[in-house]
């Protein structure tokens, strides 16, 4: 309640990796990012700044994803650590090591691999499982 502030997710989305766009070879970045193709690489934000990643449905992102807020709806092959916020929404399909501080996950979402709590001393800590798709942003 009174320890360190969350950095806010970014509503903005600086970057887009087009459906019919296929990277191969790592990604760094600051802001915004939205996937909606694939990913052959590492996806790492700028470590101390807020950012915002955010894989479609059709969107595919084969390594290690590192950033503070993470939107999964697409497939992730590799591990996971989202600093503040992580939504498994009800296409998502990750295999690998989740380390989370919040969680939330929607009904449909498949984790192969162990989800890990990011502890901090003072912070409040919630997770969130929906079991309905009501309030759903299918991005």
Same mark, same amino acid.
């Given at each position: 309640?009174?320890?360190?502030?969350?950095?806010?997710?970014?509503?903005? %989305?600086?970057?887009?990796?087009?459906?019919?766009?296929?990277?191969?070879?790592?990604?760094?970045?600051?802001?915004?990012?939205?996937?909606?193709?694939?990913?052959? $690489?590492?996806?790492?934000?700028?470590?101390?700044?807020? &950012?915002? #990643?955010?894989? &479609? +449905?059709?969107? !595919?992102? &084969? $390594?290690? %994803? !590192?950033?503070?807020?993470?939107?999964?709806?697409?497939?992730?092959?590799?591990?996971?650590?989202?600093? +503040?916020?992580? @939504? #498994?929404? $009800?296409?998502?399909?990750? =295999?690998?090591?989740? !380390?989370?501080? =919040?969680?939330?996950?929607?009904?449909? *979402? %498949?984790? @192969? $691999?162990?989800?890990?709590?990011?502890?901090? *001393?003072? &912070?409040?800590?919630?997770?969130?499982?929906? #079991?309905?798709?009501? @309030?759903? =942003?299918?991005?």
């Amino acid at each position: 309640m009174f320890g360190k502030r969350h950095s806010k997710p970014q509503n903005r %989305i600086d970057s887009l990796i087009g459906a019919e766009t296929r990277v191969d070879g790592d990604l760094n970045f600051t802001g915004g990012l939205r996937v909606d193709g694939v990913v052959n $690489g590492n996806v790492i934000a700028a470590p101390g700044k807020p &950012s915002t #990643l955010v894989l &479609s +449905e059709h969107g !595919r992102i &084969s $390594g290690e %994803i !590192r950033v503070t807020h993470l939107v999964v709806n697409g497939e992730v092959d590799g591990p996971v650590q989202a600093a +503040e916020y992580l @939504e #498994l929404q $009800g296409k998502a399909r990750v =295999t690998g090591d989740i !380390r989370y501080k =919040t969680l939330e996950i929607q009904l449909g *979402a %498949i984790v @192969e $691999g162990k989800l890990m709590h990011l502890s901090d *001393a003072v &912070s409040d800590k919630v997770v969130a499982f929906k #079991l309905s798709g009501t @309030e759903a =942003t299918n991005n």
